[in-house]
């Protein structure tokens, strides 16, 4: 069974840190680019960044640009986000996804989400 | 930037209905758009891919259509376990980031 399982969310004051977790399983993990998708409070659902299989490729929205860096460790199946300069609109839940492939065919789709975990920002 | 927008916000529908949702992407984003289901509590479930296409394990009665800038998301015949919210998401090739629209909710009547 394909899961994401991410950690290291919490409480953290404006400007301050954070580094989230996803651990992976049951997939050929260095196969596929992975995403990081939050979800604000009681709102809809904004892409953050993703990264390459072989971390060549790495993207992030605006929003975030200059502040999170995103990162994978194919030997340990998991995928990071550094969070740095946290701002309170920064507060929200944080999804791991994996990108969709069907076949041989790579698609612009998440198929496999975590349960997420909550980053809040605030004094 | 593409910018997606869904409508309407809010779909109130009975069980058996028909239900009908938009989302419509400032520039063209080809066939390159998906659409999710979201429950309460939930992460989001992909449900239609590369416009049209049903993902593995998604019941017949979803099926996705549209290309350029207009999409369509129908759901036949609602069933219970349908009533959520709908979001249609596209990655742009420039820049080469994704985007989701704000989402329709569809509740019962």
């Known amino acids: 069974e394909v899961q994401l399982v991410e950690s290291g969310g919490g409480l953290v004051q404006p400007g301050r840190s954070l580094r989230l977790s996803c651990a992976t399983s049951g997939f050929t993990f260095d196969d596929y680019t992975m995403h990081w998708v939050r979800q604000f409070p009681g709102k809809g659902l904004e892409w953050v960044s993703s990264i390459s299989w072989n971390s060549a490729k790495i993207t992030y929205a605006d929003s975030v640009k200059g502040r999170f860096t995103i990162s994978r460790d194919n030997a340990k199946n998991s995928l990071y986000l550094q969070m740095d300069s946290l701002r309170t609109e920064d507060t929200a839940l944080y999804y791991c996804?994996?990108?969709?492939?069907?076949?041989?065919?790579?698609?612009?789709?998440?198929?496999?989400w975590g349960q997420g975990t909550v980053v809040a920002v605030s004094s | 930037e593409v910018v997606l927008t869904q409508s309407p916000a809010t779909l109130s529908l009975s069980p058996g209905e028909r239900a009908t949702l938009s989302c419509r992407a400032s520039?063209?984003?080809?066939?390159?758009l998906a659409w999710y289901q979201q429950k309460p509590g939930q992460a989001p479930r992909l449900l239609i891919y590369d416009a049209s296409n049903r993902a593995p394990g998604i019941p017949a009665r979803f099926s996705g259509s549209g290309s350029g800038t207009d999409f369509t998301l129908t759901i036949t015949s609602l069933e219970p376990a349908d009533f959520a919210v709908y979001y249609c998401?596209?990655?742009?090739?420039?820049?080469?980031?994704?985007?989701f629209g704000p989402g329709t909710k569809v509740d019962i009547k």
């Open positions: 996804a994996k990108q969709f492939i069907l076949g041989s065919t790579r698609h612009d789709a998440f198929d496999v």
């Open positions: 998401q596209q990655r742009s090739n420039w820049p080469p980031i994704f985007s």
């Open positions: 520039q063209s984003v080809n066939t390159n």
